[in-house]
């Protein structure tokens, strides 16, 4: 027996909550198979004085989006000194602030999109740069709004300036980026295979493509030429060092193979919470690898540490 008492942080505030609950309940789920006591913990605002009477031994993180992937959970458990999952609250902020992490991540070499970090009032009629772009929110998760600006478009998108849109005020405009949606995962400092992400339902990862039943095939390992599936793991690794990041990451790309022989290789953006249900794609590249999802959780509690 382990005897260690796990608390699983899921739910919580952010548009991410249902995704959250899955991955909490699947890891959760795992842990209790090998034999950990485990507490499920949906996470409100006052999960401060619950975690302090609860006392776990290790805090498992299965928060997404803001409070759970920005650094804020983790400066709570900081404070608690509850050793917990995941990266620290520097890697964990700045992962979460894609344009910031763009900038350390070109800083460090690796090959990322031309872009523009602006106020989205700041856009008005007039593009801010040469359709194709995305839009996307500096500080979101899972695709929430992100705006695909297309060639000939006369304007951009109404929504972006819109009291409907819910995504805070920063925007990152950047080239659009044609081409196939790789990824890979990180655990502890060692990368795991490529995968290939293959909407169904069209050209863009959205939402329903990364959650829904069916909305998108993974291909794993990536049918990509060995020299770039190596590259791949070269700069997700490489990310994964210049964030600071700690236990499992993911990092996306685009890769367009269609202009040059080599073809051309952008980091779009790395993932310290990444989804963790058995087919979400950091335990399938661990499967991947060999390694059963209860194993990879267990790893997981057993790399739990505070100042991460």
């Known amino acids: 027996m382990s005897g260690k008492h796990v608390a699983v942080l899921m739910g919580g505030l952010s548009a991410e909550r249902p995704v959250s609950l899955s991955s909490g309940n699947a890891c959760a789920t ?40 920005d650094g804020s959970i983790q400066g709570v458990l900081e404070y608690l000194q509850i050793p917990y999952t995941h990266s620290g609250v520097l890697a964990s902020a700045l992962a979460m602030d894609k344009a910031r992490a763009k900038t350390v991540a070109a800083a460090a070499g690796i090959p990322v999109a031309a872009g523009l970090d602006l106020n989205r009032f700041d856009i008005g009629n007039e593009h801010p740069m040469e359709p ?42 950047e080239r659009y ?45 990536a ?24 236990g499992v990451s993911r990092s996306d790309f685009r890769f367009d193979d269609t202009k040059t022989e080599d073809g051309e290789l952008i980091w779009l953006e790395i993932n310290t919470q990444p989804g963790m249900t058995p087919t979400s794609l950091v335990p399938e590249m661990a499967a991947h690898g060999g390694r059963s999802f209860g194993e990879l959780v267990r790893w997981m509690v057993e790399d739990a540490s505070c100042s991460r």
């Open 132 to 173: 194709p772009y995305v839009v996307k929110p500096v500080c979101e998760g899972s695709s929430f709004g992100v705006v695909i600006v297309k060639e000939g478009q006369s304007h951009p998108p109404q929504v972006i300036g819109s009291s409907d849109w819910r995504y805070g005020d920063r925007v990152m405009v």
């Open 30 to 69: 795992a842990l209790e198979g090998e034999d950990y006591r485990v507490t499920r913990v949906d996470v409100g605002r006052d999960i401060a004085a619950v975690l302090a009477e609860l006392r776990p031994d290790v805090a498992f993180n299965a928060l997404h989006g803001p409070y759970g992937e």
């Open 177 to 221: 980026i044609a081409g196939r949606e790789l990824t890979c995962g990180v655990m502890d400092g060692v990368a795991l295979g490529v995968t290939e992400i293959v909407p169904v339902s069209g050209a863009f990862y959205d939402y329903d493509s990364k959650y829904a039943d069916g909305g998108s095939k993974h291909v794993i390992p």
């Open 223 to 246: 049918q990509i030429s060995p020299n770039i599936y190596q590259k791949v793991q070269t700069l997700a690794v490489k990310a994964h060092q210049a964030m600071g990041c700690r």
